[in-house]
């Protein structure tokens, strides 16, 4: 091998630069910030958050009613909401219109971020096709539609930004009954981790929100299927789910501090980050865990059908049937 064929070596700049990663955007102060799911829970708790924070909002949520009703509470306390629209995020074509709106009125975003999203859990002899194709059109298809249509103008300005994607401990861990809610939260996960490289190069930062439990109303909304809601046990477990949750205001604080110091995964409480780095160090004791808490899901699962039952026979009609 001759000389001239000796590969030649990275500068000291390249090699800085693949360990040195700027924070592109440091403060919100200014920003134009897109975020979605804006009307409840996290995104509301956000959307004010940043408002205080002196961004510039544009908005956009299902719940039309809602929606107002934040704005109006935004621009309340004297914070800018440049645009907002009601709409769905699973509808491509309506996404489309809404950053053709966004681009005319406002222009080129920040700051963008997918906070909107569903929940359903069950077994997988309990959900319906409907609930896995619900829960990929919203949690996984809704970001990546609004990635298509408002990331590409940020690359092409070439002045940076930033991208929050907000995922679940669902999509870190193998929590019992959440196939389906998993496969659109390990989606945006997978995701997010490649836009991570890819949009480095732009000056484009990427934020996986890994949120546990929340004390949002999607908790006492959320669809578990085969499961009686109003069944004693299951409620104890849902009031136990509210004594560990955060709360959104504090979630909302975490997501922020994401953005503005360049943080790839944000945790909102420690139980997830623990539970991730278990997961991840000590595989055998993680699987046996996860078989417990399976364990304990299924004798939920089978005292709500005794109870089900009981009442069945006590009005004498016949229980529903349920699958074990």
């Known amino acids: 091998m001759g000389l001239l064929s000796i590969p030649q070596l ?51 949520d299902l719940q039309a009613d809602r929606l107002g009703a934040v704005v109006a509470e935004i621009l309340d306390e004297h914070g800018t909401v440049l645009y907002h629209q009601a709409g769905d995020v699973s509808d491509f074509e309506w996404v489309s219109a809404f950053a053709r709106g966004v681009e005319a009125e406002v222009g080129v975003m920040d700051v963008v971020m997918n906070v909107a999203g569903i929940s359903a859990w069950g077994t997988v002899e309990n959900l319906e096709h409907r609930h896995w194709k619900k ?34 401990a669902a999509g870190l861990l193998a929590l019992p009954w959440h196939a389906a809610y998993s496969a659109s939260k390990f989606g945006i996960r997978g995701v997010s981790e490649v836009l991570r490289y890819d949009l480095r190069r732009h000056n484009i930062g990427v934020s996986l929100v890994c949120p546990g439990g929340v004390a949002t109303p999607l908790v006492e909304t959320v669809d578990i299927v085969g499961l009686d809601r109003q069944n004693t046990a299951v409620q104890q477990q849902v009031a136990g789910f509210h004594k560990i949750a955060v709360t959104p205001e504090k979630a909302a604080q975490a997501i922020l501090r994401g953005v503005t110091g360049n943080k790839y995964m944000v945790y909102t ?8 780095w278990w997961a991840r160090k000590f595989a ?28 069945a026979e006590k009005s004498g009609t016949a229980a529903p049937h349920r699958a074990e």
């Open 135 to 168: 829960l990929v059109d919203v949690n996984l298809m809704g970001p990546i539609h609004i990635i298509e249509n408002f990331v590409p103008q940020m690359v092409r300005r070439g002045e940076g930004g930033h991208l929050v994607n907000v995922s679940s």
């Open 10 to 60: 990275p500068s000291l700049r390249t090699i800085r630069e693949l360990f040195v990663v700027p924070t592109p955007v440091p403060s919100l102060r200014g920003r134009k910030v897109l975020i979605t799911g804006a009307a409840s829970g996290i995104g509301h708790a956000t959307a004010v958050a940043a408002a205080r924070a002196g961004a510039e909002l544009v908005l956009t």
């Open 284 to 311: 055998l004791p993680y699987e046996v865990v996860m078989r417990i808490a399976n364990n304990r899901f299924d004798q939920l699962s089978r005292i709500s059908g005794l109870s089900d039952a009981a009442l």
């Open 269 to 276: 409480s420690f139980d997830i980050r623990f539970g991730y």
